[in-house]
């Protein structure tokens, strides 16, 4: 499995951005998949994920971010609104051949190479 971040940018705050990710060589069907990202200098955090068809967010994007994906296709998306600077980092699509805990990154197998979201105040 191939994971292809995209849809990054500079945007001011208050603005929006769309992250897509798709998988090539296998489809989102009954596996777990997330976004996570990481800033200069800190630890990659967790930001949403689907598994077993919910959804999950970290408390300071709920209402915010929106996670979906194109049932029986290899895309997912993130929507991002209302961006604050603190949202400013690398995003990272990943994905899981099993359920397990959705906020640990090492629970994911499969990883995209990384998208730049950078929100100027």
């Known amino acids: 499995v191939q994971l292809q971040a995209s849809g990054g940018g500079l945007v001011q705050t208050g603005g929006s951005l769309r992250l897509s990710c798709e998988a090539s060589?296998?489809?989102?069907?009954?596996?777990?998949m997330g976004w996570f990202r990481q800033a200069p200098g800190k630890e990659r955090e967790f930001v949403a994920a689907?598994?077993?068809?919910?959804?999950y967010y970290r408390d300071s994007v709920k209402g915010r971010f929106t996670i979906s994906r194109e049932s029986g296709k290899t895309m997912m998306s993130l929507q991002m609104n209302t961006l604050e600077p603190e949202d400013t980092a690398v995003y990272y699509c990943?994905?899981?051949?099993?359920?397990?805990?959705?906020?640990?990154?090492?629970?994911?197998?499969?990883w995209g190479q990384g998208t730049q979201v950078t929100v100027s105040s």
């Open positions: 060589g296998h489809t989102f069907r009954g596996y777990m």
């Open positions: 990943a994905a899981a051949d099993r359920i397990r805990s959705v906020s640990l990154a090492r629970n994911y197998d499969y």
């Open positions: 689907l598994s077993g068809g919910s959804p």
